[in-house]
């Protein structure tokens, strides 16, 4: 098996990224925003409640509204720094083999067998390669040549990761 996927790290790479991260991986970002909302609720509800100082009705709602918005923003704010960070014309191209992949990209090239990866999340949209320690790498469904290929590479990662999961308990 050889199956190619090339991996542009622009605005929308980050963005699918984010976004499949958000629903497949994300154990509480996800509820960010519908907790933020009730927080606000909370303060608004707080600012009528007779007994309580008004400062302190005050300066809770405010702390709420600052946490909606950095709720709300999140997803801008982790897609500027992603793009910040990396070169312009940033690319990875990963081969994936039988029982490695290999990265190239303009500055290294390196090779990783399946082994370094302790969890491996297929989404409907990509996948993402969980190490044990580090950072995921994901692989945007968009990045294959073919469904074809996607669905093959996502069976071999399942196939190895069950065979991982049993071999280590």
């Known amino acids: 098996m ?3 996927a090339t991996i542009n790290y622009d605005r929308e790479y980050f963005e699918y990224f984010y976004t499949s991260w958000l629903t497949y991986r994300s154990r509480w970002r996800r509820f960010a925003i519908p907790v933020a909302i009730v927080f606000v609720a909370l303060a608004v509800t707080a ?3 007779p007994d309580l100082h008004p400062a302190v009705s005050y ?3 405010v702390v709420a509204v600052l946490n909606l918005f950095d709720a709300a923003t999140h997803r801008f704010r982790w897609v500027r ?3 910040a960070s990396v070169a312009v014309d940033k690319t990875a191209e990963l081969t994936f083999t039988v029982d490695k992949i290999r990265i190239i990209t ?3 090239d ?3 067998t399946y082994n370094a990866f302790g969890q491996v999340s297929v989404t409907s949209n990509g996948i993402f390669l969980v190490p044990d ?3 995921s790498i994901y692989v945007p469904r968009t990045a294959f040549a073919s469904d074809e290929e996607f669905y093959r590479v996502t069976a071999k990662l399942e196939e190895h990761a069950t065979q991982h999961a049993k071999s280590i308990g």
């Open 2 to 4: 050889n199956a190619v």
């Open 47 to 49: 600012l009528f409640l």
């Open 59 to 61: 300066g809770v709602f």
């Open 81 to 83: 720094q992603r793009l």
């Open 106 to 108: 303009p500055n290294s």
């Open 110 to 112: 390196g090779t990783l």
């Open 133 to 135: 320690s580090g950072v």
